[in-house]
């Protein structure tokens, strides 16, 4: 069992920066690729970054790619998403997720972290 905490959202301007970390407790953290999704009100859920298990790999959408910056400190049971340039666009409730087989399989989800970007 792994329990993902999100802290970090706000209340921002567009062009700030925002630093979401994600706490997760068990052993096995290290087993888990790590990801970020968001939702907006109104549209489903979509995915925005994630690390591999050890961090060597990640991934971005198209929309947050050169702005987002996911990384991983594994000794520490941690997941963060750096976040610049923010536009209102980017408003959302920011999820963090756990998965071993695969982003088809997502075996857990955080409570979100509201992330409001103002123009």
């Known amino acids: 069992q792994v329990l993902l905490v999100e802290s970090g959202g706000g209340l921002v301007q567009a062009g700030d920066s925002l630093r979401l970390s994600c706490a997760a407790s068990?052993?096995?953290?290290?087993?888990?690729?790590m990801g970020w999704f968001r939702q907006a009100p109104g549209k489903e859920r979509e995915f925005v970054a994630a690390v591999s298990w050890s961090g060597g790999v990640t991934y971005y959408a198209d929309s947050v790619k050169g702005r987002f910056t996911v990384s991983r400190d594994n000794a520490k049971n941690t997941v963060q998403l750096q976040m610049n340039s923010l536009n209102p666009e980017d408003t959302a409730v920011y999820y963090c997720a756990a998965t071993i087989k695969g982003w088809g399989t997502i075996d857990y989800w955080g409570q979100g972290t509201q992330v409001t970007v103002s123009s």
């Open positions: 068990g052993r096995t953290f290290s087993s888990y690729a």
